[in-house]
């Protein structure tokens, strides 16, 4: 079964960088499109950014939410199993918890920023604060 442990999250100031990382354990990350999804205190989940994976012309394209383009990339290291989120010029809206998980893919297996199967892990949290 796979699982997913996300960590990295901390507090941080307005203008500051956190760097998250997101671990499978139980499989291998090749085949799989990864997405970043984060819930603020009261809201629903958000999509933020995702990764393609490298198999199949794919070639791990990356896609962002509007809020994350420009401060935020994402990257997969497949022989690590792990994929990152930076996120640099952080501000308070981008307080929340943070959460990795599979995506579902278009026909040409290019990622789309919708939760696919499988469950929310623990998250890590953000908090930008002065």
């Known amino acids: 079964q796979l699982r997913f442990v996300e960590s990295g999250g901390g507090l941080v100031q307005p203008g500051g960088s956190l760097r998250l990382s997101c671990n499978l354990s139980?499989?291998?990350?090749?085949?799989?499109?990864i997405g970043w999804f984060r819930q603020a205190p009261g809201k629903e989940h958000e999509a933020v950014s995702c990764?393609?994976?490298?198999?199949?012309?794919?070639?791990?394209?990356?896609d962002y939410a509007e809020s994350a383009k420009g401060r935020f990339t994402v990257s997969r290291d497949d022989a690590k199993n792990t994929v990152y989120l930076q996120m640099n010029s952080l501000n308070p809206e981008d307080t929340a918890v943070y959460y990795c998980?599979?995506?579902?893919?278009?026909?040409?297996?290019?990622?789309?920023?919708?939760?696919?199967?499988?469950?929310w892990g623990q998250g890590t949290q953000v908090t930008v604060s002065a």
């Open positions: 998980v599979v995506t579902i893919t278009t026909v040409r297996n290019m990622c789309v920023m919708k939760k696919g199967g499988g469950s």
């Open positions: 990764i393609s994976s490298n198999i199949g012309g794919s070639s791990g394209r990356a």
């Open positions: 139980g499989g291998t990350l090749d085949p799989y499109a």
